[in-house]
């Protein structure tokens, strides 16, 4: 057996490029880009979705789905407009929905949480991405795709997610971890934050766990043994309840998704980051 087929075609968690391009026809697998980029990437995700996607895809865009009133980056939405959005998709309740970026890893775990929030646990993520996909060989298409409204019930499970007051009460009380998947630098506060306006450092006990240590060099889940010891190494206490957190809710979610690897389900994101804790002068923060 390949490195990790066993859990990689596990259709609930992570898929695959051979377990897509197989079900990639199927009439209940959906397939959706989430890709996003980072402010100041100098990229458009929406335009480069328009010039290559898998066959069949939808752009699940994450700065619009989403709650536009607040003044953070990308908050959860409001149940009904995230029901109104993912219908346009073309996504529906029954379907199996596989999410992708264009990065390998990177936002695709973040509309994979969003699915979870609101109660839709047929959802994956593509392993490796479209950049995976691409070096494989297989069809890209430039064809906006012409999808029917599909009815879709939303049952929001906020045991999922977690608001600045909750995650202060954490801190308060110890009762949770929180593991924040920033880069090692921005987390001690010697690399200045890409939002202007935050403050640099980390909520007071946080523990490090970049991102990137829980993927391959080309991009793509580690197994499951590896992820554990990623979290352990960070010293994570996987008997206890986490917090993840990162910039603004994005990379959060991969250490969510790896959480839910390694058979991990006391989870839950704090939606706002350090956009949001960052931001706050009354919140005490830590450095180094």
Not at 9 to 20: G, M, Q
Not at 37 to 60: T, V, Y
Request: proline residues 8%; contains cysteine.
């Amino acid at each position: 057996m390949a490195h990790g087929d066993s859990y990689q075609s596990d259709p609930r968690l992570l898929v695959s490029t051979e377990w897509l391009a197989e079900h990639l026809s199927a009439p209940d697998v959906k397939v959706l880009d989430a890709s996003w980029h980072m402010p100041d990437s100098g990229r458009d995700a929406r335009a480069e979705f328009a010039a290559a996607h898998i066959p069949g895809a939808q752009f699940f865009d994450i700065d619009e789905i989403a709650d536009t009133r607040s003044s953070l980056p990308h908050m959860a939405p409001p149940p009904e407009k995230f029901v109104s959005r993912v219908r346009k998709l073309g996504v529906g309740d029954g379907h199996r929905v596989v999410i992708y970026d264009q990065a390998g890893i990177f936002s695709a775990p973040r509309a994979w949480w969003l699915f979870r929030l609101f109660g839709h646990r047929d959802v994956a993520v593509l392993d490796g991405g479209l950049p995976r996909w691409i070096a494989e060989g297989r069809p890209v298409e430039d064809l906006p795709a012409t999808p029917r409204d599909r009815h879709f019930t939303a049952r929001r499970d906020a045991s999922l997610v977690r608001d600045v007051t909750q995650v202060a009460q954490a801190v308060k009380l110890g009762s949770e971890q929180i593991v924040d998947a920033r880069s090692p630098g921005r987390f001690r506060g010697d690399e200045p934050e890409p939002r202007p306006g935050l403050r640099s450092g980390h909520i007071p006990g946080a523990i490090n766990l970049h991102y990137r240590e829980l993927l391959t060099e080309d991009g793509r889940m580690k197994p499951p043994a590896e992820l554990r010891a990623a979290f352990e190494a960070a010293g994570v206490d996987l008997s206890r309840p986490v917090i993840t957190s990162c910039g603004s809710g994005v990379t959060a979610a991969i250490l969510s998704l790896a959480l839910e690897l390694i058979g991990h389900r006391d989870h839950a994101l704090y939606d706002g980051s350090w956009a949001e804790w960052g931001a706050y002068p009354d919140l005490k923060v830590e450095r180094g």
